[in-house]
């Protein structure tokens, strides 16, 4: 772990650097939207940009994935397959690193995915530290997402002129190297590199609102007590149009769903691995048709206990990062922050 300082002057340098190097993906405007995609040219990279349509995990865990080939008849695939492409993630929120760290930690539990591993030991994250909020939908600071904490190979915080940067990793310690861009440090000049970057951290606070009126601390709570509440049917199933969107921009909603492809000859195929959404009425489904979670409501309060209770007794982990992305694209317009806030008046007035 080392500090130091990259003069906005000399961003391009370090962008055009990279490109070079290998294959750099960032942060794109498109159309009045932003989107993660491959750059050629430092001109295109997009520091100031609201979340992207769908996060990062999408290099990690892609919405359609070949997992191998199989003979027909045989008990397993003749031939499993990664496509594991070295890449630089470059500009990513802390909130979807934070994302990316939920993932690491429910798709390493056992069983293990392989895939995703294999994934992520290819890609070399370069942070981006948010100095305001994104929108009025980003609830970061509620759930403790707004600065780094790890997930990250080097991290650029805006300081003005200068970018102050952490880098974080041996891999992060390579592919900067002895760059003459980020000069020569000492013990001395990070000691106070360190601490203009907690003094920063601390001021920006002031842009942001904790728009959740749950405690972080209290949050799970919350959940567990209103798993009955009337509150799922009579406000968010109603209006919940079972489409799916708030899952599949989730940074942190990791379900799939199998399917094989067989020749013609019925000789062999492949298995395939894409995006599942629980929020779509089939997902619950099993035989005889019936369903664990049949009405849109029990959907909904599934969804909201994922992030919120169940992953904290399984991981210790709230798996909402506070991206805001679900609240952005719901057709329905069912705010995240809005549901937490009745729920958490509903918890406080049934405590009098």
Known sequence: MRYGYLNKADFKKFVEGLIKKQKVVAPVKKENQFVFAQVEDASQVSLDYIPTILPPKKYFMPQHQKLGDFNMGEAKMSSTQVDVEPLILFGVRTCDIEGIECLDVALNDSPADPYFAKKKKSIIIIGYECMKPCDEYATCVAMDTHVPKAGYDIMLTDAGDKYIVHINSMAGDKLIGK??????????????????????????????????????????????????????????????????????????????????????????????????????????????????????????????????????????????????????????????????????????????
């Open 179 to 352: 760059s003459p861009l980020f000069g020569k440090t000492t013990a001395e000049l990070e000691g106070k590199i360190k601490a203009e970057l907690k003094a920063l951290q601390e001021a920006k606070l002031k842009n942001f609102d904790n728009k959740l009126d749950a405690g972080y601390k209290e949050l799970r709570r919350v959940f567990k007590d209103s798993y009955s509440s009337k509150f799922w049917q009579e406000n968010v199933g109603k209006r919940c149009l079972s489409c799916g969107n708030c899952t599949a921009v989730c940074p942190t909603c990791y379900c799939f769903d199998i399917y094989d492809t067989v020749t013609l000859d019925v000789t062999k195929g492949t298995r395939n691995r894409v995006w599942d959404s629980c929020q779509l009425e089939e997902f619950a489904e099993v035989a005889g048709g019936e369903s664990f979670r049949e009405e849109r409501s029990a959907r909904q309060r599934h969804r909201y206990h994922r992030k919120f209770d169940y992953s904290v007794k399984k991981y210790n982990k709230f798996f909402c990062v506070g991206c805001g992305r679900c609240t952005r694209t719901c057709m329905a317009k069912i705010s995240l922050i809005d549901t937490v806030n009745e729920l958490t008046k509903e918890h406080k007035d049934a405590k009098k």
